[in-house]
């Protein structure tokens, strides 16, 4: 596919590093040289300096040919102009990155009026992530399928949890449960798990299973189910918006602290249930005099990684049962994990494995289209959800006759309002939807799981 990206920043150089590894024909467009520099010596595109909503530019970087033009720069109005003006000038899809909540609550209206194949918004996806960890204190990771029908949760293994040293067959045996223990790293080695595997204290193992079934296994390992009352955020932003209302929602009081005046103004308007407090989130006697760490949860969100790191570890210290920081810089990412603070969001990373989903879905539009992809372990690792149509090779087949791809595994299925944890004898039916690990094979279709 030949795909123009407009925008190199965070977002468009993590996108681009994703799809320049699936052959694609990528072309990277921005108007500052010094960000198109690292994508033109680290990755194979082609880098074009300009404005992306210029006619000429999008013509130089021949937009009347392209599949997809993803618009991701910095401002919004900048995105939408460049999505309506590619499509004029012949591009078949257009994907704009809408960040503000106004903007974003006609996203509808957009792909209506304006032709809109795509809208994305990190903030509230972040947001969206963040509150299924928060309904889960156990976890470091909750991602969803099927529109909340299958869920994929990742924790570590721990001594009490009376999973370790024993092979999943035989603990399986003793405990029976409807999920599956889908992936694992352990020092640094990524396992796709069989029924031999042993778990050992320590590891980052990831379960999948409908919601129901999921709240079992984990009262089996006796996790605390004590649910998540009242968190803290440290930063007024976007995804904090995004997050009041999710947790509003969810009937979870939320404690924000913010520096800036405006900000808390703007926040109290749009989170009446909220306590906005205005003050500086790093100062000791305002987190003491306020409780901050004396919430069930604390999530960091402002706009420095390095006052995200420093007060998750600070929240941590304190004994904060759940700890979750937002974090873009890759580094960052790796020490907060080294530091023992697992529940990192990355908005950026989000955003590109949603888009990837997306280019896989218009590349393979004849065949089993990928409607879900979730990075895991670095990208080591993916979670793929494909729904099955006729095009697929081995309907009606059982699993166990089939010749699978090494390093991948079919983890769970999901057959009307039915979740299905397969075994050698399941079928794959035509309108299934199918959910896939693999190590990082690029799955575009169904079929690509054979060898």
């Not at 194979?44 to 970087?61: K, R, T, W, Y």
């Not at 370790?164 to 067959?169: E, G, K, V, Y």
């Not at 004898?425 to 190590?439: C, Q, R, S, Y």
Request: aromatic letters at 6%.
């Amino acid at each position: 596919m030949k795909i123009i990206i407009i925008g190199n920043g965070k977002v468009g150089y993590t996108l681009a590093k994703q799809l320049s590894g699936e052959f694609h024909d990528l072309v990277l467009v921005d108007q500052r040289a010094e960000a198109l520099e690292e994508a033109d010596n680290s990755l194979d595109v082609l880098c074009i300096e300009g404005n992306g909503a210029s006619i000429s530019v999008l013509l130089e970087a021949g937009i009347r040919k392209a599949d997809l033009a993803i618009a991701v720069t910095g401002y919004d109005e900048v995105n939408i102009m460049c999505c309506l003006i590619a499509k004029k000038l012949g591009a078949k899809h257009t994907v704009a990155r809408i960040r503000n909540p106004e903007y974003f609550s006609e996203a509808a209206l957009l792909k209506k009026e304006i032709g809109l194949d795509m809208v994305i918004n990190p903030e509230y996806a972040a947001a969206q992530e963040i509150g299924r960890i928060l309904r889960v204190p156990s976890a470091f990771s909750v991602e969803s399928f099927a529109r909340g029908r299958v869920e994929m949760i990742g924790f570590y293994v721990k001594e009490s949890d009376g999973l370790a040293d024993i092979s999943l067959n035989d603990y399986n045996k003793k405990n029976p449960n409807g999920v599956l223990l889908c992936a694992a790293i352990r020092k640094g080695e990524i396992f796709v798990p069989n029924g031999g595997f042993i778990p050992q204290v320590g590891d980052k193992v990831y379960v999948i299973g409908s919601q129901e079934e999921l709240d079992k296994f984990f009262r089996l390992l006796h996790r605390p189910a004590n649910p998540i009352r009242h968190v803290s955020v440290l930063g007024g932003s976007r995804i904090a918006t995004y997050l009041g209302w999710e947790l509003d929602r969810m009937g979870i009081k939320m404690k924000v602290v913010e520096i800036n005046r405006e900000k808390c103004l703007l926040l109290t308007e749009k989170l009446p249930s909220a306590l906005i407090i205005c003050g500086d989130g790093t100062n000791s006697s305002l987190l003491e005099g306020e409780g901050i760490f004396e919430a069930d949860a604390f999530v960091s969100l402002t706009n420095r990684d390095e006052e995200n790191l420093l007060m998750a570890l600070s929240a941590q210290r304190a004994g904060v049962k759940a700890v979750i920081a937002k974090m873009s810089r890759p580094n960052y990412i790796d020490l907060m994990r080294e530091a023992g603070v697992d529940s990192v969001i990355s908005p950026k990373d989000i955003t590109a494995s949603q888009i990837t989903a997306y280019v896989r879905s218009l590349a393979n539009s004849e065949g089993s289209a990928v409607e879900h992809l979730y990075k895991l372990l670095g990208g080591a690792m993916e979670a793929v959800m494909f729904t099955v149509t006729t095009a697929t090779r081995f309907l009606n087949t059982p699993l166990k006759n089939l010749n699978l791809k090494d390093g991948l595994l079919v983890a769970a299925i999901v057959r009307d309002t039915k979740t299905i944890i397969p075994d050698g004898n399941t079928e794959i039916l035509n309108g299934d939807k199918v959910i896939v690990m693999a190590k990082s094979l690029f799955l575009q279709d169904l079929n690509d799981i054979l060898q």
